[in-house]
């Protein structure tokens, strides 16, 4: 029942205005943190739904103590959801007596509308949201296991595998139990949306991580080749530095920093699932991490993607409109913020490369922050012409600000995001950003590897630990 209860809470807290969807998830008792979001998000999408049906077989009416929030999560779990299933409490026998009209008033919402799927009630109307339609991206693991390994898993699990995608239309049109392998990023599996993996044991044995395509593009623009020193400015929760360390093979040094306790712990323990073993965690503020330290000495890459107002993030837009939009005052403080991360993160001295991402829309979190940085370092550093077939460039607001990428549900079916990636300037100082030769990163066909079984990706029952 605590489950129910929690997202309830959650509901109301978002309606409110009280915080958003994750964070209220976050800060909440409930331990089980990925069941109740994803509790919470399907209610969510569903609440006109689930609206109409409570009032028409006026349950509220019927059942003074019932609290709307609590009846809609209730309602979706026994009409849209997996059933109690033992689960439930005091108002699972008060659902039981409601269970026939809620049922009869669902079918009859679907013969009003015209629809047979549960599904199809999301569309009628109005269009859906790109948000809801972005698909679900999984990361394979390559720590533990390799793409060819765990596509095989999914077709002895009954899935079709249906190749490597050309298109973002190949990746819009799957359904069902399809999948695909992303044309980008050779480890990345794409689902069909609101494909649900958090039980499958390979997720849970941390051979898969639940990550967003552009979630992944950080890591793999600042490519660190195995053996390099890295920092991480701002880790947690820490899918982007379990990708770095992918991409080091657990060979190097990742130094990862993070101001929040409770989110390196969460951290601490998805990295040991993932089979990190070369990152140094530190709950220690970046800005005053010192560039002389000569633990740091080595350090060519930094990562940073620091607190931004999360306006891409796709929890908020399906909240409903606002909640994207940063007040004027937190925008401006976020931005200085980020400014200051930047600036300092460019004083490294052995830095070759970082990679600057948000996951907002707004320009001031993203070229506004860049341009600033490099006004300030002049001549130092320039931004490297990255994806040039990437559709969707950075605003215009500066020369070179097309180098930069954003991501949208819209133009490239992923969350919203921005990430620019600096390079240092070896030629003199007073060659031009235009002269100066850049050494461009593309995307390359997923590579040929050789067939190879792991014994966990083989045969993944064995639980992971704690």
Not at 20 to 47: D, P
Not at 200 to 213: C, I, S
Not at 277 to 292: G, I, K, T
Not at 389 to 412: D, I, K, Q, V, Y
Request: glycine share 6%; net charge positive.
């Amino acid at each position: 029942m605590a489950l129910y209860a929690a997202a309830a809470a959650v509901l109301a807290g978002v309606e409110s205005r009280q915080g958003s969807l994750k964070g209220l998830v976050y800060a909440s008792s409930f331990q089980n943190v990925k069941q109740l979001y994803a509790l919470v998000c399907e209610t969510q999408r569903y609440a006109a739904v689930l609206d109409a049906v409570i009032a028409s077989a006026g349950l509220l009416r019927a059942e003074k103590k019932l609290r709307p929030h609590l009846a809609k999560v209730l309602v979706y779990e026994l009409l849209l959801g997996r059933g109690f299933k033992g689960r439930g409490g005091r108002w699972k026998p008060l659902l039981d007596r409601h269970q026939a009209r809620l049922k009869a008033e669902l079918a009859r919402l679907k013969v009003r509308r015209g629809v047979s799927r549960n599904e199809d009630l999301l569309e009628v109307g109005s269009k859906p949201d790109p948000a809801s339609q972005v698909p679900r991206f999984v990361r394979v693991n390559t720590l533990k296991t390799c793409s060819e390994d765990a596509i095989d898993y999914f077709k002895r699990q009954g899935f079709s595998y249906q190749g490597q995608a050309s298109s973002l239309e190949d990746i819009r049109a799957l359904k069902g139990k399809c999948f695909l392998l992303d044309p980008l990023l050779p480890e990345l599996l794409v689902f069909p949306a609101q494909t649900d993996l958090h039980e499958h044991p390979l997720y849970q044995a941390g051979h898969l991580l639940l990550q967003d395509k552009a979630s992944c593009l950080p890591a793999m623009l600042l490519a660190p080749p195995p053996g390099s020193h890295v920092i991480d400015a701002c880790a947690a929760p820490g899918n982007k530095t379990s990708h770095l360390a992918a991409l080091l093979k657990n060979q190097g040094k990742i130094f990862a920093f993070d101001l929040d306790a409770k989110r390196l712990a969460s951290m601490a323990t998805l990295l040991a699932r993932a089979g990190v073993s070369c990152c140094e965690l530190a709950e220690r503020d970046f800005l005053a991490v010192s560039p002389s330290d000569q633990r740091y000495r080595q350090v060519q890459y930094i990562l940073l993607d620091p607190s931004c107002s999360g306006s891409g993030m796709l929890t908020r837009r399906l909240e409903g409109p606002g909640a994207c939009a940063p007040s004027r005052e937190r925008l401006r403080a976020l931005a200085g913020f980020q400014q200051r991360a930047l600036s300092h993160a460019l004083t490294f001295p052995a830095l070759r490369r970082l990679v600057y991402s948000t996951c907002s829309l707004c320009q001031e979190e993203n070229e506004d922050v860049v341009r600033a940085a490099l006004q300030q370092s002049p001549g130092a550093f320039r931004l490297a012409p990255v994806l040039p077939s990437w559709p969707h460039r950075g605003l215009g607001t500066f020369p070179g600000a097309e180098h930069c990428l954003r991501a949208s549900p819209e133009t490239t079916l992923t969350g919203g995001f921005f990430i620019a990636v600096l390079e240092r300037v070896e030629a003199p100082s007073s060659v031009s950003q235009a002269e100066a030769p850049v050494p461009e990163l593309t995307s390359s066909p997923a590579p040929k590897r050789k067939r190879r079984r792991r014994k966990a990706a083989a045969a993944p029952s064995t639980q992971p630990g704690p």
